[in-house]
C-alpha cells in the first residue's frame, strides 16, 4: 500500500508476530532482492487502543511514526474486515493517534489523522541546541549554509525553506543533514519552497530510507516550521513529489491535522521457510 507514493509492506499481524522483525525489513524492503518499500508494517493487536502500528524502515531501524502508513493502516482495516469503525485510535511508538475514515462507495477514500501537539522543545524533539526553541538557524551543511527549524511530531524533523528545490541534490546533502552531530538519534529533514500562504512544495530526506515521495509527518512539520517563520498560514496544501496533504494546525487545540488519500496496490504471499506471510504492498 502507499499513501501519496510513500510505500509499505502492511502485513496482518493481529494473530501472529513474525520473528527478526529489522532483518525482515531489510529483506524485504530491498527493491532489487525483496518486495521493494520504504520499509515494513506490522498491524498488530493491542488492549489500549484498536490497533498498534509497528514500523520499520528500510534500513531495519525502528519507525516511530508515519503519517502515511496510518493512513494506509485504517484503510486496510477496515476494507479488510478487521473493524468496522469510521473511527479509530491507532497506537504507535510515539503516542495514540486517532483516525477519522471518508468512505466512497463504501471504501475509504481519505483518512483525517489528528497528528497531536507539535514538539518544539530541542531536548525532546532531540536536538543539541541550547535556546528554547531551534527556528531559522543557520547551520553549515554540505558546504553551505541552511537556516533549519526544528520540529517533532513523534519523530525528529529538520525544515529549511530554499528556491532550488528541484535542483537539490538530495543524495548528496541528505546524508549530511540525517548524521550531523545536532541531531543524537538522526533526523528527518525537508526542504520547502513556499509557493504561497496556503500552498507548500516539499521534498525529504527520511532518515533510514532516504529520500521518500511523501512524508506525512514532515509534511507537518513542514506547515508548523512555515507558521513559526511566518511564511504561510495555519491551513495549507503541502504538494509532494508523490501527491498532495492537506495540513491545518488548529489554534485553538494546538494539534495539527493531517488529511490525505491511501490507496491498495496488491497483495499476496511471501515464503519465509519455516512459515508463509500474506503481506500488502507496492512494488
Known sequence: MHGIGNDYIYIDATQQVPD???????RLSDRHFGIGSDGLVLIR?????????????????????????IRCVAKYVFERGLTSKKNLVIDTLSGSKTVELQLT????????????????????IPVRWQDRRMIDEPIALAGKLYPLTCVS??????VTFVNDIDQLDLPRIGPAFEHHSLF???V????V???????????????????????GTGACAALVAAVLTDRADRRATVRLSGGDLRIEWDKKTDEVCMTG???????????????????????
Open 188 to 191: 528527518n529533514t525537508e526542504f
Open 105 to 124: 462507495d463504501h471504501c475509504v477514500s481519505l483518512v483525517s489523522v489528528n497528528m497531536g501537539v507539535p514538539i518544539l522543545d530541542p531536548a525532546r
Open 153 to 158: 511530531m513523534g519523530n525528529p524533523h529538520a
Open 45 to 69: 493487536s493491542t488492549r489500549d487502543a484498536d490497533f498498534f502500528m509497528d514500523m520499520y524502515n528500510q534500513d531495519g531501524s525502528p519507525g516511530l511514526m508515519c503519517g502515511n502508513a
Open 261 to 283: 488519500p491511501a490507496a491498495f496496490v496488491f497483495d499476496g504471499w511471501i515464503d519465509m521457510g519455516q512459515e508463509t506471510l500474506h503481506a500488502a504492498s507496492e512494488q
Open 184 to 186: 543524537p538519534e538522526r
Open 193 to 215: 519552497h513556499v509557493i504561497d500562504r496556503q500552498t507548500l512544495r516539499m521534498r525529504v530526506w527520511e532518515r533510514g530510507a532516504g529520500e521518500t515521495l511523501a512524508c
Open 20 to 26: 527478526d522483525l529489522p532483518n525482515l525489513a531489510k
